[in-house]
Nanobody, 116 residues
Framework: QVQLVESGGGLVQAGGSLRLSCAAS????????MGWYRQAPGNQRELVAR???????DYADSVKGRFTISRDNAKNTMYLQMNSLKPEDTAVYYC??????????WGQGTQVTVSS
Protein backbone atom coordinates (compact mmCIF):
# COMPACT_ATOMS: atom_id res chain seq x y z
CA GLN A 1 0.00 0.00 0.00
CA VAL A 2 0.93 3.63 -0.32
CA GLN A 3 -0.46 6.68 1.45
CA LEU A 4 -1.07 9.70 -0.75
CA VAL A 5 -1.43 13.30 0.41
CA GLU A 6 -2.63 16.01 -1.94
CA SER A 7 -1.91 19.70 -1.54
CA GLY A 8 -2.08 22.89 -3.54
CA GLY A 9 -5.80 23.35 -3.93
CA GLY A 10 -7.53 26.63 -3.28
CA LEU A 11 -9.62 29.44 -4.66
CA VAL A 12 -8.57 31.06 -7.93
CA GLN A 13 -10.18 33.33 -10.48
CA ALA A 14 -11.02 32.07 -13.95
CA GLY A 15 -7.95 32.18 -16.15
CA GLY A 16 -5.63 31.60 -13.23
CA SER A 17 -3.32 28.72 -12.40
CA LEU A 18 -2.74 26.23 -9.62
CA ARG A 19 -0.29 23.41 -9.12
CA LEU A 20 -1.43 20.36 -7.21
CA SER A 21 1.01 18.00 -5.55
CA CYS A 22 0.57 14.40 -4.47
CA ALA A 23 3.17 13.15 -2.01
CA ALA A 24 3.54 9.40 -1.65
CA SER A 25 4.65 7.60 1.50
CA UNK A 26 7.03 5.31 -0.39
CA UNK A 27 8.91 5.07 -3.64
CA UNK A 28 6.73 5.50 -6.71
CA UNK A 29 9.25 3.94 -9.08
CA UNK A 30 7.33 0.68 -9.33
CA UNK A 31 3.84 2.17 -9.42
CA UNK A 32 2.35 1.41 -12.82
CA UNK A 33 -0.02 4.35 -13.14
CA MET A 34 -0.45 7.56 -11.17
CA GLY A 35 -3.30 9.85 -11.91
CA TRP A 36 -5.51 12.74 -10.97
CA TYR A 37 -9.27 12.44 -10.76
CA ARG A 38 -11.91 14.98 -9.78
CA GLN A 39 -15.44 14.97 -8.47
CA ALA A 40 -17.80 17.90 -8.57
CA PRO A 41 -20.98 17.96 -6.43
CA GLY A 42 -23.61 15.70 -7.92
CA ASN A 43 -21.20 14.21 -10.44
CA GLN A 44 -19.27 10.98 -10.64
CA ARG A 45 -15.54 10.93 -10.11
CA GLU A 46 -13.80 11.39 -13.44
CA LEU A 47 -10.31 10.99 -14.79
CA VAL A 48 -8.41 14.24 -15.32
CA ALA A 49 -4.96 12.98 -16.25
CA ARG A 50 -2.76 9.97 -15.68
CA UNK A 51 0.83 9.00 -16.27
CA UNK A 52 2.15 5.51 -16.82
CA UNK A 53 5.54 4.62 -15.42
CA UNK A 54 7.10 4.74 -18.88
CA UNK A 55 6.08 8.39 -19.15
CA UNK A 56 3.03 7.98 -21.36
CA UNK A 57 0.30 10.45 -20.44
CA ASP A 58 -3.43 10.52 -20.94
CA TYR A 59 -5.74 13.53 -20.48
CA ALA A 60 -9.45 14.15 -20.40
CA ASP A 61 -10.51 16.10 -23.47
CA SER A 62 -11.79 18.92 -21.27
CA VAL A 63 -8.30 19.65 -19.90
CA LYS A 64 -6.05 18.95 -22.88
CA GLY A 65 -3.75 21.87 -23.58
CA ARG A 66 -4.42 23.42 -20.16
CA PHE A 67 -3.29 20.83 -17.62
CA THR A 68 0.03 19.00 -17.40
CA ILE A 69 0.74 15.94 -15.30
CA SER A 70 4.25 15.11 -14.15
CA ARG A 71 5.99 12.97 -11.59
CA ASP A 72 9.30 13.27 -9.79
CA ASN A 73 10.30 9.78 -8.74
CA ALA A 74 13.21 11.10 -6.69
CA LYS A 75 10.76 13.07 -4.52
CA ASN A 76 8.01 10.42 -4.60
CA THR A 77 5.68 13.16 -5.79
CA MET A 78 3.26 13.70 -8.65
CA TYR A 79 2.06 17.07 -9.86
CA LEU A 80 -0.78 18.58 -11.83
CA GLN A 81 -0.12 21.99 -13.32
CA MET A 82 -3.45 23.61 -14.12
CA ASN A 83 -3.52 26.70 -16.31
CA SER A 84 -6.35 28.72 -17.83
CA LEU A 85 -8.70 27.45 -15.16
CA LYS A 86 -12.44 27.60 -15.76
CA PRO A 87 -15.35 27.58 -13.31
CA GLU A 88 -16.24 24.10 -14.57
CA ASP A 89 -12.90 22.86 -13.24
CA THR A 90 -14.25 23.37 -9.73
CA ALA A 91 -14.14 20.03 -7.92
CA VAL A 92 -12.36 17.97 -5.32
CA TYR A 93 -9.20 16.61 -6.93
CA TYR A 94 -7.94 13.19 -5.91
CA CYS A 95 -4.59 11.53 -6.42
CA UNK A 96 -4.52 7.85 -7.37
CA UNK A 97 -1.77 5.25 -7.48
CA UNK A 98 -2.23 1.88 -9.13
CA UNK A 99 0.23 -1.00 -8.86
CA UNK A 100 -1.13 -3.91 -10.80
CA UNK A 101 -2.05 -6.94 -8.66
CA UNK A 102 -0.96 -5.04 -5.57
CA UNK A 103 -2.85 -1.90 -4.64
CA UNK A 104 -5.09 0.91 -5.85
CA UNK A 105 -4.72 3.83 -3.43
CA TRP A 106 -6.45 7.19 -3.16
CA GLY A 107 -5.61 10.40 -1.40
CA GLN A 108 -8.08 12.35 0.71
CA GLY A 109 -8.64 15.01 -1.94
CA THR A 110 -8.01 18.73 -2.25
CA GLN A 111 -10.63 21.32 -3.14
CA VAL A 112 -10.18 23.49 -6.21
CA THR A 113 -12.62 26.35 -6.65
CA VAL A 114 -12.55 28.58 -9.72
CA SER A 115 -14.59 31.78 -9.53
CA SER A 116 -15.99 33.48 -12.59
Amino acid sequence: QVQLVESGGGLVQAGGSLRLSCAASRSIDSINVMGWYRQAPGNQRELVARMFNRGITDYADSVKGRFTISRDNAKNTMYLQMNSLKPEDTAVYYCNALKIADFNSWGQGTQVTVSS
